[in-house]
């Protein structure tokens, strides 16, 4: 599967949020992934009262938590779960999930793995927040390639 070679073949939503970032100053960018934070959906019963069903993202200091699903009409909805206080990855497994949600595996697998850094971050964020962001997404393909060859 090839990734979208430019931006414009993106996903909407992740290009709508990539555009967003790039229309501000760099030092502003880490205002709105705090912003993206505060947005994290809360987890459905299911997940909430099982964690368990989500997978640790290793990548990510934090403990971070997610699970992508395939539903039965084929389309694809990233759950998560990041602390408070990990803002940042917060932030970003917020983009994902927003970006993600209702997207059919296909277009799930053409993001562009090093998504984290088309969002203009790269000086704004440690390398390893944006490995851990990257982490996300990363196992959020993995899931969703088992799914879809189950």
């Not at 997610?66 to 759950?79: I, K, Q, R, S």
């Amino acid at each position: 599967m090839t990734p979208p070679a430019t931006a414009a073949e993106l996903p909407p939503v992740l290009a709508e949020i990539r555009e967003d970032f790039l229309a501000l100053p760099e030092r502003d960018r880490p205002q709105l992934l705090l912003e993206f934070s505060r947005e994290l959906p809360e987890l459905p019963d299911r997940f909430k009262f099982a964690p368990g069903l989500l997978e640790r993202v290793e990548e990510c200091q934090s403990p971070v938590r997610a699970f992508a699903e395939v539903a039965d009409d084929n389309t694809v909805h990233l759950y998560a779960t990041a602390p408070l206080e990990a803002p940042t990855t917060r932030g970003f497994a917020s983009i994902l999930v927003q970006g993600i949600a209702g997207l059919s595996p296909h277009q799930v697998l053409a993001i562009p793995d090093d998504y984290p850094s088309w969002l203009g971050l790269d000086r704004a964020i440690s390398p390893l927040r944006l490995r851990g962001m990257a982490g996300i997404l990363s196992r959020t393909k993995r899931q969703v390639r088992e799914q879809i060859s189950a």
